[in-house]
């Protein structure tokens, strides 16, 4: 390994997650996300977790949050109808920080 | 309920204001209970960064001496980027680390540190649960009796939110509304490893040595800046910028920041590296204006991150020492108040005592400097032109100094007035 550009799975790939798999931390509308023209979260996600789908749906996989809360920050028209932290023990787990 | 089942304060959050409030109040011999949602301390936290040592000093002599630091800062620089130009400007000055005086700053890494001081707060008499998410507080008649936390109901005189930046505590408690997107910074970084001779070669560092980079010109024009701090056997390397300045420009902040990792300057000090980590986290932006009006509530007080403790001049980023502070503010708040009533009002008289506060009103004006939109593009761009003209030998004759400079300033589109402005609002530092 060197250092080179690194896409955001790749760099997802080297932190440690404890995903839950029964209750997403973060809840999108995709009705509401529709008629979002900015769409920010596209551009502000440091985990890239938001996306457009072949139809140019909003997709979202909360598996790989940062927990950061920018994405909470810049929702500008309420598509994010829950964010909260993970459950307890659940999410990233930062082993430098 | 019985009055053993109460303690008297209830601390949300293992960070270091969490753990200094906790460590404080135990060893006042208070019943303290920290709740941690990460399944151990420091696993959910980020920092840049580096801590500056007074703060952990005061929170008890020498403790720095055994804390889980990385190394000592004896190098700041601050580095401007310009195409594939790199301005560095280095101060080496011995006084921040004399011999026989705890040194000014340290890198530091959260998972390891946040640990060693939570571990300290339990050793002092702290209880700890990690794991474990607070999911609301408990209001009895006005007041803030205690938390729920899964299934349990847990009681205290105080409830403490030292839960970061996207305080969820502090706006259950009703004393802050959503963040604004113009007051916060994303931070995103990657932890490179590197062997540790290496990076004391590469920065012509002595064992234990560090150094510290501010970097200014790596965010497209973006206010914001980047981040290079040397830890023993790994780099911190990041940057910080609005988010709303991204949106703007529809850029992804990960493009961003892998083009300011691949910079020539950046990368010949990373080269042969692994990247082991990438994080990202909020950074509260707006300093003193941006603290929330009310900090307190009965039974309830906000510190650290959540209470918007952070100052950034450009130059440097304080945010773990103000939360230190923030935490011994609240545990002597706590432990002098004859009542719960008293606890609000007697933490912000203690953040002044600790000059948390007055420093963070000081600093205020950095925040208008900061606005300033040209710093982000054309001035590393002007002052990478400036030294570029300083040192070029040709054989030519070449012009004369004064109208080359403004040329200079011409061509970079910063016109007198911008820096008669920058002027006004640096007057007021």
Redesign the interface.
């Known amino acids: ?6 896409t ?1 799975p790749g ?2 790939g ?2 440690s997650f ?1 995903v839950d798999e029964e209750k997403a931390h973060i809840v999108v509308n995709k009705e509401i996300c529709a008629k979002c023209a ?1 769409k ?1 979260c ?7 977790l938001y996306k457009l789908g072949k139809n140019g749906e909003l997709t979202f996989d909360y598996a790989g949050c ?5 994405c ?3 929702c500008k028209n309420k598509g994010i109808i829950k964010w ?6 659940f ?7 | 309920m019985s009055g053993e089942d109460k303690f008297d304060a209830i601390v949300v959050g293992a960070g270091p204001a969490g753990s200094a409030c906790a460590y404080t109040l135990a060893k006042a011999g208070k019943e303290v209970l920290i709740i941690e949602r990460g399944d151990i301390p420091g696993r959910k936290n980020v920092t840049g960064g580096r801590l500056y040592t007074y703060a952990l000093d005061l929170l008890d002599e020498g403790l720095h001496e055994k804390a889980a630091l990385e190394r000592k800062v004896t190098h700041e620089q601050i580095m401007m980027l310009s195409g594939d130009r790199a301005v560095n400007i280095e101060l080496v000055n011995p006084a921040f680390n004399q011999e026989g005086s705890s040194p000014m700053s340290y890198t530091v890494l959260r998972a390891s540190f946040d640990k060693w001081l939570a571990n300290k707060a339990e050793k002092m008499g702290a209880a700890l649960v990690t794991g474990i998410k607070v999911d609301e507080l408990i209001e009895r008649d006005g007041k803030i009796v205690g938390v729920v936390a899964g299934e349990d109901q847990l009681f205290a005189d105080v409830v403490v939110a030292a839960d970061g930046v996207n305080s969820i505590m502090a706006q259950k408690a009703g004393l802050i509304p959503d963040l604004k997107m113009e007051n916060v910074g994303v931070g995103v970084k990657e932890i490179i490893e590197l062997p540790s001779k290496i990076i004391e070669e590469r920065f012509n560092l002595k064992e234990g040595e560090g150094a510290a980079r501010m970097l200014l010109g790596c965010t497209e024009g973006i206010h914001g800046g980047g981040f290079l701090y040397t830890n023993k056997e790994s780099i911190s390397l990041g940057c910080v910028f609005t988010p709303e300045g991204a949106a703007k420009k529809k850029k992804s902040i990960h493009e961003i920041f892998q083009d300011l990792k691949m910079h020539p300057a950046i990368y010949q000090l990373i080269e042969g590296g692994e990247t082991i980590e990438y994080s990202a986290h909020l950074v509260s932006e707006a300093g003193y204006r941006g603290i929330p009006k009310q900090l307190h509530r009965e039974g309830f007080v906000v510190l650290g991150d959540a209470a918007g403790f952070v100052i950034n001049t450009g130059y440097s980023i304080r945010g773990i020492d103000l939360a230190i502070l923030s935490g011994i503010a609240a545990a002597r708040a706590v432990i002098n108040a004859a009542k719960t009533a008293d606890v609000g009002p007697a933490y912000m008289e203690e953040l002044n005592k600790v000059r948390l506060m007055p420093t963070m009103n000081q600093t205020d004006p950095f925040f208008d400097v900061l606005e300033t939109p040209w710093l982000y593009d054309k001035a590393p761009n002007l002052a990478a032109d400036i030294f570029s003209y300083l040192f070029t030998v040709s054989g030519d004759v070449g012009g004369k100094m004064r109208p080359e400079l403004m040329g200079l300033l011409k061509k970079n589109g910063i016109s007198l007035w911008d820096l008669t402005k920058l002027g006004f609002k640096g007057a007021k530092l």
């Open positions: 390994m060197s250092i080179d550009r690194m955001a760099l997802l080297l932190d404890t900015e920010p596209l551009y502000v996600c440091p985990a890239v940062l927990e950061c809360g920018t909470r920050v810049m909260e932290y993970p459950r307890g023990s999410g990233v787990n930062f082993r430098c920080g």
